[in-house]
């Protein structure tokens, strides 16, 4: 029997499910090994009791995300984390630093707190279960995503790179954004996206998450020579990193 896929989706846009519509070049290799029995961006009907695989995307930010999670949890024998918000908290977990309930007025309105009932403060996938896979990004890119998944689906360990991102870089050879005065987090994050925004021309905005590896020190010290203070590398960094890890490098 095919293993039975699900794919759920807790706070994000959804950008990482749209990007999942995007795998064109590998979609009937995929769809030809698994049951893709619910798929929250395309289905309309409840999420089955039994299933194998569960696909994550989104931060944890409700009551209700803590109920999912428990039953993907109990029922999946794979959980598979993506996009920076399920694996880092990313955008939503901004909102995990400093009074949660006064953010309510501010969305809300006057009745913010109640509208907003049950909510938390934001936090990634596996700061509530352990996850067994990841596919980091904003948004992910459809090739990882695939040899992910099917990593999952022959029972192979997670491999997700721990270096920073500018070896990959610098193999590009792309003149370093340093060399131009200009502040990029290659330095911080983790690799594994072909450097593929400063291919693009723009500095790495650290979607992927901090390396394990990342000496911010370090970085500190080269931003400081160049008139940049710690607190806005530290606003730079919390665009994807705002959750408090631990065990994180900073
Ligand atoms: S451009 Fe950014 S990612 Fe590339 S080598 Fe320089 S700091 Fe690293
Ligand atoms: S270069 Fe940085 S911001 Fe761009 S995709 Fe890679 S990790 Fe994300």
């Known amino acids: 029997m095919a293993p039975r896929v699900v794919v759920v989706g807790l706070a994000s846009d959804f950008?990482?499910?749209?990007?999942?519509?995007?795998?064109?070049?590998?979609?009937?290799?995929?769809?030809?090994?698994?049951?893709?029995?619910?798929?929250?961006?395309?289905?309309?009907?409840?999420m089955p009791e039994e299933y194998d695989v569960a696909i994550v995307e989104g931060a944890v930010t409700t009551e209700e995300h803590l109920r999912v999670l428990e039953h993907v949890r109990q029922t999946a024998?794979?959980?598979i984390a993506i996009g920076s918000c399920a694996v880092t908290g990313g955008i939503p977990a901004l909102a995990s630093r400093g009074d949660l309930e006064a953010r309510y007025g501010c969305v809300y309105g006057e009745d913010g707190a109640a509208v907003a009932c049950g909510?938390?403060?934001?936090?990634?996938?596996?700061?509530?279960?352990?996850?067994?896979?990841r596919v980091p990004g904003c948004?992910?890119?459809?090739?990882?995503?695939?040899?992910?998944?099917?990593?999952?689906?022959?029972?192979l360990a997670d491999r997700i790179s721990d270096e920073p991102l500018c070896a990959a870089c610098k193999m590009k050879e792309n003149v370093c954004f340093y060399d131009r005065s200009e502040v990029c987090l290659g330095p911080v994050t983790r690799s594994g996206c072909g450097a593929r925004c400063v291919c693009l021309g723009r500095p790495c905005t650290g979607?992927?998450?901090l390396s394990p590896e990342a000496n911010i020190e370090s970085l500190v010290e080269l931003l400081e020579e160049r008139?940049?203070?710690r607190a806005e590398l530290e606003r730079r960094i919390s665009l994807y990193n705002a959750f408090e890890e631990e065990g994180s490098p900073r």
């Open 15 to 46: 950008g990482c499910q749209v990007q999942m519509t995007n795998i064109e070049d590998h979609l009937l290799d995929v769809l030809g090994v698994i049951d893709l029995v619910y798929w929250q961006l395309a289905s309309s009907g409840h």
């Open 119 to 133: 909510r938390i403060s934001p936090m990634p996938v596996h700061a509530v279960i352990d996850v067994d896979y």
């Open 227 to 229: 008139g940049v203070s």
């Open 207 to 209: 979607c992927r998450g």
């Open 77 to 79: 024998a794979a959980v």
């Open 139 to 155: 948004p992910i890119d459809t090739d990882e995503f695939v040899r992910v998944l099917s990593r999952a689906l022959l029972g």
